[in-house]
């Protein structure tokens, strides 16, 4: 019954923090396309910009939305 309780536990944790860096990078990308906008006449700024918005945001928002997937799935998986 604890490891039930504990994967629960441990599960509900993870969507936690998948939730919170969803934000997060959720967050990056709107900030940079409003400072894209600010900066689009500068091609310098807007390049670095853009990398940033594509390191910091874009990249970690796809892998954990690959993760919240993974952990869906397998919640599928062990409730069928």
């Known amino acids: 019954m604890h490891t ?16 919170h860096d969803i934000k997060n990078h959720l967050f990056v990308l709107g900030m940079g396309l409003q400072t894209l ?3 689009r006449s500068d091609p310098d700024q807007f ?13 970690p928002l796809k892998q954990s939305i690959q993760e919240l997937v993974l952990l869906a799935r397998n919640a599928s998986d062990a409730s069928a």
């Open 47 to 59: 390049r670095e910009v853009l990398e940033t918005i594509e390191n910091e945001g874009l990249e």
């Open 37 to 39: 906008e600010a900066i």
């Open 4 to 19: 039930i309780e504990a994967k629960q536990t441990g599960h509900t944790d993870k969507v936690r923090s998948l939730n």
